[in-house]
């Protein structure tokens, strides 16, 4: 059951970036979609695990909408930060590999917060290592690994927390 | 000195060469003859949006045909130049197996979520050649992308070789067979005109060029994925034999 409702999310996700791609609406190129992307559905057995882990409510819908806000925000921020850094006439930085911690245990979730912390400038997500993520940090502000989760993962996780658990 | 000395001589002895050519530039007022005969009849002839792909598939499908040809050929040829049985790699010759590293785990679940979107992609741009940028060898490109993405994140991926050898088949083989057909439905051989124009600009437009243009997209992305199949089989076997 949940295969199958997998399946149909990876379906109805294609048909939907069909229809974008195409945009103004017709009946065939949503016909013609509507075959490719079943198609493609029933061809890619190996993403079942990670849309059968996707969460559709409402709640996970809303946050989710909200974390593209929360998001952008951190990305101009940190965007500022580094910026800043460069240009500093003394180049305050100090870069170094910190481990820190996350409660995420759905992998696409793990997934968007290895690449939340990735895109933001100043932190890149190295390696994974069951709940520890490796990140490279422009400046090692902390060493212990709650500070260092506080610092880098807990803004991001709250949101991904109740989007995909 | 006299190493620089001979530099400068044939620096400008090319200059020499290239300076006739230099000063028949001018630029383009008009379109060649047979262009110009392309871009006016092109779109009420085809019916294609794209005018590109009317010349590639329709125009000058021959050639095409041809490109397609030389692509399979190179594949054939890389085939078997670097495949390796399948049983050469079992164990039991005396060399201890090592396992590949198992990709990581970002790697494993970006592929999951990509793979579907790429192969939409892909199946995308060849479907809509004959109305935007793109057709059968970007679509199949993309598609071959997403094959190697499965590959790099999968260790334990095997191709299926029959399903990709008949899909390569199958459209090769219909590939020709419309065109066979334009010769006896229509003006010459892989003439579109087999089926009705439909309405410019929509999906169902411009012929079989759709259809060809699917095909030669199957055809490449199959081949493209077998070349990527195998070169990884050859990898994997040198790094055991090491």
Do not use: C
Not at chain 1, 57 to 69: D, E, N, V
Not at chain 2, 60 to 75: H, K, N, Q, S
Not at chain 2, 209 to 233: A, D, F, H, Q, W
């Amino acid at each position: 059951m949940k295969r199958l409702l997998a399946r149909f999310l990876i379906f109805a996700f294609l048909l939907l970036i069909w229809l974008l791609l195409t945009y103004p609406f017709s009946i065939q190129e949503l016909t013609a979609g509507a075959a490719v992307s079943l198609l493609i559905a029933l061809f890619s057995v190996g993403s079942i695990p990670i849309f059968a882990e996707m969460r559709t409510g409402p709640r996970a819908i809303t946050w989710g909408i909200a974390y593209l806000f929360v998001f952008f925000f951190e990305l101009v921020k940190s965007n500022l930060d580094v910026a800043f850094r460069v240009l500093h006439r003394k180049i305050p930085i100090q870069p170094g590999i910190v481990k820190v911690r996350t409660k995420l245990t759905s992998r696409i979730g793990r997934l968007a917060l290895a690449n939340s912390i990735t895109l933001t400038p100043g932190t890149i997500t190295v390696e994974t290592k069951g709940e520890y993520f490796y990140v490279h940090w422009i400046d090692v502000r902390a060493r212990n690994i709650e500070e260092t989760t506080q610092n880098i993962v807990s803004k991001f996780e709250k949101y991904l927390e109740v989007i995909f658990g | 000195m006299i190493k620089k000395f001979f530099t400068i001589i044939t620096v400008l002895l090319f200059a020499l060469m290239v300076l006739p050519l230099l000063r028949q530039i001018a630029p383009f007022e008009e379109l060649a003859p047979v262009a110009a005969a392309y871009a006016e009849q092109g779109p009420d002839q085809l019916g294609a949006a794209n005018l590109v792909t009317s010349v590639i598939v329709t125009y000058r499908g021959l050639d095409t045909l041809g490109e397609v040809t030389v692509l399979f050929i190179a594949t054939a040829g890389v085939g078997f130049l670097l495949r390796r049985d399948e049983e050469d790699q079992l164990p039991g010759d005396g060399v201890p197996r090592e396992t590949p590293r198992e990709a990581s785990e970002l790697l494993g679940s970006g592929s999951m979520l990509l793979f579907p979107l790429l192969m939409l992609f892909g199946v995308y741009i060849f479907l809509h050649g004959h109305l935007t940028p793109g057709g059968g060898f970007q679509g199949g490109v993309v598609i071959a992308s997403a094959m190697l993405l499965l590959m790099l994140a999968r260790v334990s991926f095997h191709l299926n070789h029959l399903i990709i050898s008949l899909v390569e088949s199958l459209s090769g083989f219909f590939y020709v067979a419309i065109g066979v057909l334009g010769l006896i439905l229509a003006a010459g051989f892989l003439d579109n005109r087999i089926l009705p124009l439909g309405e410019f600009g929509t999906l169902l437009s411009a012929g079989a060029i759709p259809i060809i243009y699917s095909l030669v997209g199957l055809k490449v992305g199959t081949e493209l994925t077998n070349v990527l199949g195998t070169m990884r089989l050859t990898r994997t076997q040198q790094e055991e034999d090491v």
